[in-house]
């Protein structure tokens, strides 16, 4: 097998990598997964900057990051370490450059680390379409060697660290030309970097390929993996996120596809979670990502299937037949369970957003309402329900013909099944990945749906090792039951192991239980469905907010503007609003967005149409009205 994730998918290993210092602190090589976080302050004020990364590091970081747009801010980064030096504390300290290689090269001399970005460090971001040959193409590249040379000599001077990390949202004219918008020219962007750092015997670096697309992101880290491997290159150490994941739940969620789906595939040494929120709040939730990995490779052997069906660096959604509603180019169902509820109500149903119109006479939904309910073996009493229900296969027996009854089987009922009855339309069938001996063995008629599950630890690989081994087209939903209560955690582990198999194109349809059954739970699991679906792009039912985390570019209060945003536009279904501080990552990484709300001055932001300049130097209080305007412009408002 190919040499894409340490010789092996189904078997956890963390990728070996040289390990690099930052200061007296290790990455790679045998050093833990590492956290670290990036402070939202002006780098100009000293106070408020040192209070904030104290607070970071008591919420677990390990690494604080600072931005330095200018020569001042670099050099205060000097006064910040001192105070926090004095106060006892000796995080490592990064500096986060972009547009300045004069900047960079003062960091390097007072911190442990300094990150760039080779699409703004010294190429050209214009967003301008401009035809390179080879010889002009060299040319950039000469231009650039001289241009990072300096800091690359000042680094090996002091023993700095650097990180040389890509964003997708901010590829160079020059990348753009050649690779176009894709994880290749990201790929290409970091080696160009590294090549010359390697020309001058410089090995202290981390890399990283971020971006806001959980897909786009998993597959420039594995073509990144996969170039070192194929290269005289040095296997370096990874720094995993996913940019612009936004807050709250849709934050974690996005943030667990992307990040987790590496973890699961033994890539990443350093890991930031990116939330728009305080910065303290980022480390919890990356150490319950990473807190994962600390026994996984004790996890039960998975057998790997007999042929590799597997497309590491683009999408290819399983082929499946279409039954009913499931499976072939039908969005990917949601199953909810109903099954602990005492007694299974009206009122309980409209809390899931299902509801009887007695002018209709129809029962309707809600865009995030469950499209099937597994109600077990409860007794419904409900007249004239008519809405799709999964009952356990001896009590769909004892019912009332109903179309819109179906029935579940366990594997024993269905070998035992003989001649009994089923429904002609749609059946499901419950089944473990450890049963793909018996699935391959038995015929499963074309009217079944299976549910699949895993008891492994290692969940992502396990179920990836079932669908490589399965042999029949038959659609499949994704399921765990999780003993946890409705928490970060929950969020976290089930994100990364059903939405990271979604953007695989594993899954037509995902089935969450966990600990708590109540209907408030209840409701909070449905909705963590349909947020895992939008997440990993398979399917849309709300208003997808970019979000980029604020830090001391930002020019408004990002958490502020995107609270407002979010009350005003939350109800526009498949809308894609980014909303950038800066004009750093701002246009690019909101390139497949309908509408951009960028900070481009002082209380100043610009509104965006796809990647179009619409409007400039709108004041910050009318910014939401305006945007609001244009979407009403465009006819793409709908009243809420």
Not at 138 to 157: M, T
Not at 281 to 295: G, I, L, W
Not at 378 to 384: A, E, F, L, T, V
């Amino acid at each position: 097998m190919k040499d894409y994730f340490n010789k092996n998918l189904f078997s956890y290993k963390r990728r070996e990598t040289i390990p690099v210092s930052i200061g007296d602190f290790g990455i790679g090589g045998e050093n833990p997964i590492r956290i670290q976080s990036m402070t939202t302050t002006d780098t100009m004020d000293t106070k408020a900057t040192v209070d904030q990364a104290i607070r970071m590091v008591n919420a677990g970081c390990e690494l604080v990051r600072v931005t330095a747009p200018s020569t001042n801010d670099a050099k205060n980064l000097e006064n910040i370490r001192n105070q926090l030096r004095n106060k006892g504390y000796n995080i490592p300290l990064v500096a986060d450059i972009h547009f300045t290689p004069k900047a960079a090269e003062i960091a390097a001399e007072i911190v442990e680390k300094v990150r760039i970005n080779p699409g703004n460090y010294a190429d050209k971001k214009k967003f301008q379409q401009i035809e390179y040959d080879d010889n002009s193409y060299n040319d950039e590249i000469e231009r650039i060697y001289d241009r990072v040379s300096p800091l690359i000599k000042i680094c090996k001077k002091n023993g700095t660290a650097m990180r040389i990390g890509t964003n997708h949202g901010s590829l160079s004219d020059r990348i753009m030309s050649r690779f176009g918008d894709t994880p290749q020219g990201m790929v290409e962007s970091a080696l160009e970097y590294l090549r010359i750092c390697e020309d001058h015997n410089f090995y202290n670096i981390v890399l990283s390929m971020k971006a806001s697309n959980p897909l786009v992101m998993v597959h420039a880290y594995r073509l990144l993996v996969e170039s070192l491997n194929n290269s005289t290159l040095k296997n370096y150490p990874l720094h995993l996120g996913v940019t612009e994941a936004g807050e709250g739940d849709d934050g974690r969620i996005k943030s667990s596809i992307g990040i987790g789906t590496l973890l699961d595939d033994g890539l990443g040494d350093t890991i930031r979670v990116s939330l728009t929120e305080e910065p303290e709040f980022e480390s919890p939730v990356a150490k319950v990502m990473v807190d994962r990995y600390k026994e996984r490779k004790d996890h039960y052997k998975i057998d790997p299937p007999n042929k590799i069906k597997f497309s590491p660096f683009k999408y290819e959604k399983r082929i499946t037949s279409e039954i009913f509603d499931i499976g072939e180019d039908n969005f990917p169902v949601v199953v909810t369970d109903l099954s602990q509820i005492n007694k299974i109500t009206s009122e309980s149903l409209g809390e899931l957003g299902i509801t009887y119109d007695n002018k209709s006479k129809k029962w309707e939904r809600l865009d995030i309402s469950p499209d099937y309910l597994y109600v077990g073996d409860k007794n419904i009493k409900i007249d004239d329900l008519k809405y799709n229900l999964i009952l356990d296969y001896d009590y769909w027996l004892s019912q009332k013909k109903n179309d819109s009854y179906y029935p579940l089987l366990n594997l024993n009922e269905f070998k035992n099944l003989d001649s009994g009855r089923l429904s002609e339309k749609l059946n499901f069938l419950l089944i473990y990945t450890s049963d793909i001996k018996d699935i391959s063995t038995i015929a499963i008629p074309k009217n079944f749906v299976l549910i699949l599950r895993s008891q492994n630890d290692h969940f992502m690989p396990d179920m990836r090792s079932f669908f490589m081994s399965l042999n029949i087209n038959n659609p499949v939903i994704l399921s765990q039951s999780y003993e946890l209560d409705y928490s970060d955690k929950l969020i976290i582990h089930s994100s990364t192991d059903i939405g990271g198999l979604f953007i695989q194109g594993y899954g037509d349809g995902i089935f969450l239980t966990n600990k708590s059954q109540g209907l408030e739970e209840i409701k909070k699991i449905n909705n963590l469905s349909f947020r895992i679906l939008q997440a990993a792009r398979v399917r849309v039912t709300s208003t997808d907010f970019i979000s980029c985390p604020s830090c001391g570019r930002t020019l408004f209060d990002l958490q502020e503007t995107t609270a407002m945003i979010r009350e005003r536009t939350d109800h526009l279904k498949g809308l894609k609003i980014g909303i950038m501080g800066c004009i750093v990552n701002g246009p690019g990484e909101m390139a497949d967005a309908d509408y951009g709300y960028v900070g481009s001055g002082k209380d100043k932001i610009t509104l965006y149409r796809g990647q179009e300049v619409v409007k400039r130097g709108i004041n910050f209080k009318y910014g939401v009205d305006e945007l609001v305007n244009l979407i009403k412009e465009d006819g793409n408002w709908i009243e809420p």
